[in-house]
């Protein structure tokens, strides 16, 4: 019988979903002046509720590594759609969800260890 994923689990998904958000969003910046340059974006959220929807496993690398170019921004006469002000607000955002995720997963800690005392 296959356990049903923990609470632990998905905060840890969501984590990492966030991180690799936020490598996006650095490569995204770090390519803002290159030719042809297409914004990367990571859609984790989705995947993420559709398991807890669904109360099956969480493969974590196959939730964080879904790397996509969107192409549905426009795009400079050099052919590359970074606009710095939305990744800084993608990035604001996705660090504040980031901490979110934190807290939740010490305060899921916090619980276990006052239940094991």
Same mark, same amino acid.
């Given at each position: 019988m296959i &356990? +049903? +994923?923990t609470i632990t689990e998905h905060i840890e998904a969501a984590l &990492? %979903? $966030?991180s $690799? /958000?936020?490598a996006a969003i650095a490569n995204n910046i770090a390519n803002i002046n290159t030719p042809n340059y297409r914004?990367? $974006?990571v859609e984790?959220? &989705?995947h993420l509720a559709e398991a807890i929807a669904? %109360? /099956?496993k969480i493969n974590l690398d196959e939730i964080a590594s879904e790397f996509l170019r969107p192409k549905n921004? +426009?795009?400079d006469a050099n052919g590359n759609d970074v606009n710095l002000e939305m990744e800084v607000g993608d990035m604001i955002k996705n660090s504040a969800m980031y901490k979110t995720y934190m807290r939740l997963l010490a305060g899921t800690y916090r619980k276990m260890?006052? $239940?094991i005392h």
């Amino acid at each position: 019988m296959i &356990k +049903p +994923p923990t609470i632990t689990e998905h905060i840890e998904a969501a984590l &990492k %979903g $966030a991180s $690799a /958000r936020q490598a996006a969003i650095a490569n995204n910046i770090a390519n803002i002046n290159t030719p042809n340059y297409r914004r990367m $974006a990571v859609e984790f959220e &989705k995947h993420l509720a559709e398991a807890i929807a669904d %109360g /099956r496993k969480i493969n974590l690398d196959e939730i964080a590594s879904e790397f996509l170019r969107p192409k549905n921004t +426009p795009v400079d006469a050099n052919g590359n759609d970074v606009n710095l002000e939305m990744e800084v607000g993608d990035m604001i955002k996705n660090s504040a969800m980031y901490k979110t995720y934190m807290r939740l997963l010490a305060g899921t800690y916090r619980k276990m260890e006052l $239940a094991i005392h």
